[in-house]
T-cell receptor, first 113, second 114 residues
Framework: DGGITQSPKYLFRKEGQNVTLSCEQN?????MYWYRQDPGQGLRLIYY???????QKGDIAEGYSVSREKKESFPLTVTSAQKNPTAFYLC????????????FGSGTRLTVV | QKEVEQDPGPLSVPEGAIVSLNCTYS??????FMWYRQYSRKGPELLMY????GNKEDGRFTAQVDKSSKYISLFIRDSQPSDSATYLC??????????????FGRGTQLTVWP
């Protein structure tokens, strides 16, 4: 079945560490997105990519980095520069342009310990 | 002013009630309107999708769009405990540099008690 796979489901990070969240899709979608979700704040866009080897900053990109070397993959690195990284991270994909909306992964819960 | 405004609730109703969820928006370029349902600790899933103004019905769910008022609604009839979730509205333009990008409301947390 086609879909988006995020891993790991739960991730714990020590202060000062970088961690990478994985997002893989087999839907042949061109566009991929990373969102952060905090209680009461809805979804906030971190980065998005509409095509391989190209990506743009979203509304809260500081402290995060991404790459898009393959169409299927859009990993997100949470760097030590991100001061409050504890959150639920969601990856999504779409056909891009005039699409019918996003398909979301099941999320990664990141906790700083 | 945020692009999309949505009352976060929480909203608590008895089983069988009619539920009304709403969003307002400011960008007149928005033409595509969606509702997502998100269960706890899961990713959102697309529930309803409408284009421009009008109504769309799917079983117990009805989505309404009033572009003149920049107001969208989702109605749930005969609500069930399994409808307990967070409901997010989302919308996008049909032109311009932000084509393809969805703008989300904060989500409304709904609990349907038996």
């Amino acid at each position: 079945d086609g879909g988006i796979t995020q891993s790991p489901k739960y991730l714990f990070r020590k202060e000062g560490q970088n961690v990478t969240l994985s997002c893989e899709q087999n839907l042949n979608h061109d566009a991929m997105y990373w969102y952060r979700q905090d209680p009461g704040q809805g979804l906030r866009l971190i980065y998005y990519s509409q095509i391989v080897n190209d990506f743009q900053k979203g509304d809260i990109a500081e402290g995060y980095s991404v790459s898009r070397e393959k169409k299927e993959s859009f990993p997100l690195t949470v760097t030590s520069a991100q001061k409050n990284p504890t959150a639920f991270y969601l990856c999504a994909s779409s056909t891009g342009g005039a699409s019918y909306g996003y398909t979301f992964g099941s999320g990664t819960r990141l906790t700083v310990v | 002013q945020k692009e999309v405004e949505q009352d976060p609730g929480p909203l608590s109703v008895p089983e069988g009630a009619i539920v009304s969820l709403n969003c307002t928006y400011s960008n007149s370029a928005f033409q595509y309107f969606m509702w997502y349902r998100q269960y706890s600790r899961k990713g959102p899933e697309l529930l309803m999708y409408t284009y421009s103004s009008g109504n769309k019905e799917d079983g117990r769910f009805t989505a309404q769009v009033d572009k003149s008022s920049k107001y969208i609604s989702l109605f749930i009839r005969d609500s069930q405990p399994s409808d307990s979730a967070t409901y997010l509205c989302a919308m996008r333009a049909d032109r311009g540099s932000t084509l393809g990008r969805l703008y989300f409301g904060r989500g409304t947390q709904l609990t349907v008690w038996p």
